[in-house]
Each structure stands twice: as C-alpha cells, then as structure tokens.
Nanobody, 115 residues
Framework: GQLVESGGGLVHPGGSLRLSCAAS????????MRWYRQAPGKEREWVAT????????SYAVSVKGRFTISRDNAKSTLYLQMDSLKPEDTAVYSC?????????WGQGTQVTVSS
C-alpha cells in the first residue's frame, strides 16, 4: 500500500490546516488509519485513529477538541482537520495504514505553527 500526505505548511498560532493522506494499493475502507507526528528532537507520537469498520475515532489528549480525524472511503483519503493550532503542534505529520499484514506509512508533511 502507498500513502501520500499533503496539506502541510506555515500557519499562525490559532490558525487552521487540513492534512490529507491519499491511499492506494490496498482496501482503504476496512483499514485502521492513524495520524502521527514528530517534532524536532522528539520521539514520534500518536495523534489520532479512525477505525474502518464503524468510523470510531480516538485522540491524544494534547489534540483532543482541536483536531478532527475523518475519512472518505469513496476517495480512499484520510484527513486531519487541525484548528486552534499552537506552536507546540509544529512537527512532521505522517499517516499510517493497518490492515491484516499491511503496515504502511506515508512520507510525512511538515506543519509549522509560528508568528
């Protein structure tokens, strides 16, 4: 499976961005999809998960209430809507697909929150 992220960029504190993760080569609709991020000098951390079966979502405490994970199975695309962004949200954001023996990662997209 292949995953390609897009939508990163530079945004001011309090601003919003929507990341996308285009999937191909596997059955997207039934896969578990996750977003992770890695800030400079820090370990990669889990951000959010959305299940394929029923769309159940879960979030890290640090982003709950500000970020929204969603998916469009018809377009095989995962999204991360990020609102009320803070400088500490600055990181490379990557998507991950889990389905059976599949464990695939995208290359990541840079998000920088700065005034």
């Amino acid at each position: 499976g292949q995953l390609v992220e897009s939508g990163g960029g530079l945004v001011h504190p309090g601003g919003s961005l929507r990341l996308s993760c285009a999937a191909s080569g596997f059955t997207f609709s039934t896969s578990i999809m996750r977003w992770y991020r890695q800030a400079p000098g820090k370990e990669r951390e889990w951000v959010a998960t959305i299940l394929g079966a029923d769309g159940t979502t879960s979030y890290a405490v640090s982003v709950k209430g500000r970020f929204t994970i969603s998916r469009d199975n018809a377009k095989s695309t995962l999204y991360l809507q990020m609102d009320s962004l803070k400088p500490e949200d600055t990181a490379v954001y990557s998507c991950r697909a889990l389905a059976g023996n599949l464990d695939s990662w995208g290359q990541g997209t840079q998000v920088t929150v700065s005034s």
